[in-house]
Structures are given as C-alpha cells and as structure tokens.
Nanobody, 124 residues
C-alpha cells in the first residue's frame, strides 16, 4: 500500500484544515488508517485512527472534540478534519495503514505502511 498525505499548510489559531491520505497500488479493504504527528526532537505521536470500513474512530485526548477522522472507501482516501487548531498542533502529520487494525492501535510499530508527512503550522 502506498500512501500520500496532503492538505497541510499555515493556518491561524482556531482555524481549520482537512488532511487527506490517498492510497495507491492496492485497495484499503481491511486496513485501519491512523494519523500520527511529529515535532523536531520528539517521538511520533498518535493522533487518530479509523477502522475498516469506518465503524470505530479513536483519538488522543488532546484532539478529542476538535479532530474528526473519516474515510471514503470508494476513493481509497482517509481524511482528518482539524478544527479549532492550536499552536501546539503544529507538527508534521503522517498517515499509516494497519491490516485488520481494531481501533486500539496507537503505537508507531503497530502500523505496516506509512505515507510521507505533510506539515501543519498553526500561528498564534
């Protein structure tokens, strides 16, 4: 599975962005998709995940109520809608895929495939 993340950019605090993660090469049938983020000098941290075909979403506490993960299986694309953005959300965001993920997969090592990152910068 090849993943391509996009949609990052510069936004002011309290603004919104929608990230996309498009798959190519093969279908996403059976794959849970996760979003992680990383800032310089820190480990990549879990942000959100969505199971196949989309019944279960999981979020880290700091983004609950602000971020929403969804997927369009026909388009082989997963989205992360980010609202009420804060400067501390600034990071490079990565999408990742795990076969038969169950919504409890929040560790980097849990995932099989990774996309390149997309930078999100939130100004105060």
């Amino acid at each position: 599975v090849q993943l391509q993340a996009s949609g990052g950019g510069l936004v002011r605090a309290w603004g919104s962005l929608r990230l996309s993660c498009a798959a190519s090469g093969r279908t996403l049938v059976g794959y849970a998709l996760g979003w992680f983020r990383q800032t310089p000098g820190k480990d990549r941290e879990f942000v959100a995940s969505i199971t196949w075909p989309g019944g279960t979403t999981t979020y880290t506490d700091s983004v609950k109520g602000r971020f929403t993960s969804s997927r369009d299986n026909g388009k082989k694309t997963v989205y992360l809608q980010m609202n009420s953005l804060k400067p501390e959300d600034t990071a490079v965001y990565f999408c990742a895929a795990k076969y038969r993920g169950n919504g409890l997969d929040n560790q980097r090592v849990d995932y099989d495939y990774w996309g390149q990152g997309t930078l999100v910068t939130v100004s105060s």
